[in-house]
């Protein structure tokens, strides 16, 4: 049985960072693109960033490029956003993702976590 669980959400004030976590079991991990979502509040679900199974490529949504890293550790089943410069407008749920095809930052992932909630406070 597969689960994805992701952790590290909080409210934080702008200009702060935070870092999500994602472990992901019941699966051959290094095998698995994965991704971080978000969804706000009356708005679409939209792909943040995600990582090949190699960390060889990596990928941002424009809104958040030099702000978000995305990262993994295989040997932990884990992968990481590190989430700089927070903006009120980055409020949303993340979700983390898993799949063994590439679909980057569309939301076609067979596996999803419950979600971890971001609140950034101006």
Not at 106 to 112: A, E, G, T, V
């Amino acid at each position: 049985q597969v689960q994805v669980m992701e952790s590290g959400g909080g409210l934080v004030q702008a200009g702060g960072s935070l870092r999500l976590s994602c472990t992901a079991s019941g699966l051959h991990f290094n095998q698995y693109t994965m991704g971080w979502f978000r969804q706000a509040p009356r708005k679409e679900r939209e792909g943040v960033s995600c990582i090949s199974w190699s960390a060889g490529s990596t990928y941002y949504v424009g809104s958040v490029k030099g702000r978000f890293t995305i990262s993994r550790d295989n040997a932990k089943n884990t992968v990481y956003l590190q989430i700089d410069s927070l903006k009120p407008e980055d409020t949303a749920m993340y979700y983390c993702a898993a799949d063994r095809l590439d679909w980057w930052l569309l939301p076609q992932y067979k596996y999803w976590g419950q979600g971890t909630q971001v609140t950034v406070s101006s």
